[in-house]
T-cell receptor, first 114, second 112 residues
Framework: NAGVTQTPKFRVLKTGQSMTLLCAQDMNHEYMYWYRQDPGMGLRLIHYSVGEGTTAKGEVPDGYNVSRLKKQNFLLGLESAAPSQTSVYFC?????????????FGDGTRLSIL | DAKTTQPPSMDCAEGRAANLPCNHSTISGNEYVYWYRQIHSQGPQYIIHGLKNNETNEMASLIITEDRKSSTLILPHATLRDTAVYYCIVRAYMDSNYQLIWGAGTKLIIKP
């Protein structure tokens, strides 16, 4: 049972570079989420998806793009990385949003922008 | 803004019950309260959730007040491995959609 898998686990970028973070889930969940977590703070929602082919903005979407081409995958893109995007990024999935369905999280991607 | 209020930190002796409070005074009638924990920067781990009634599972118990404005997570026999940041979360309607809003949580330290 893999659950939610994030790749890569660590990455160092230079300012202005681009990259894509991949999230994969094997639980057939409809909802998927990307969060960022800065030191000493809770998680902040970047973007989320309510199903294949759909995406929506969360609390802090600026500087990020997402795609959900397949139900099991949710990609987070940084087109031009900035030092302010240095953070730990977590992906999550759930059967539904809220209600009686909790979110399941991956182990995170630690991203440093120099 | 977070929809919940939690103390920033708490201590508990190993083997004792850890009681973590949470205020959610603006919770709506059909909204669940969720509890997660995060151990040393790992991915958050789901613990328990509830609506109106008290809930118990293999990890913890959740006590929700009758007016639903606050709740308490109880770890009945805390161990050193329960040292973590505990998050109490409710759903909020933002930007035309429902989102789970995470606060800073309570850092629980279990002491030997």
């Amino acid at each position: 049972n893999a659950g939610v898998t994030q790749t890569p686990k660590f990455r160092v970028l230079k300012t202005g570079q681009s990259m894509t973070l991949l999230c994969a889930q094997d639980m057939n969940h409809e909802y998927m989420y990307w969060y960022r977590q800065d030191p000493g703070m809770g998680l902040r929602l970047i973007h989320y998806s309510v199903g294949e082919g759909t995406t929506a903005k969360g609390e802090v979407p600026d500087g990020y793009n997402v795609s959900r081409l397949k139900k099991q995958n949710f990609l987070l893109g940084l087109e031009s990385a900035a030092p302010s995007q240095t953070s730990v990024y977590f992906c999550a999935s759930s059967y539904s949003i809220g209600g009686s369905w909790p979110q399941h999280f991956g182990d995170g991607t630690r991203l440093s922008i120099l | 803004d977070a929809k919940t209020t939690q103390p920033p930190s708490m201590d508990c002796a190993e083997g004792r019950a850890a009681n973590l409070p949470c205020n959610h005074s603006t919770i709506s009638g059909n909204e669940y309260v969720y509890w997660y924990r995060q151990i040393h920067s790992q991915g958050p781990q789901y613990i328990i959730h509830g609506l109106k009634n008290n809930e118990t599972n293999e990890m913890a118990s959740l006590i929700i007040t009758e007016d639903r404005k606050s709740s308490t997570l109880i770890l009945p026999h805390a161990t050193l491995r329960d040292t973590a940041v505990y998050y109490c979360i409710v759903r909020a309607y933002m930007d035309s959609n429902y989102q789970l809003i995470w606060g800073a949580g309570t850092k629980l330290i279990i002491k030997p």
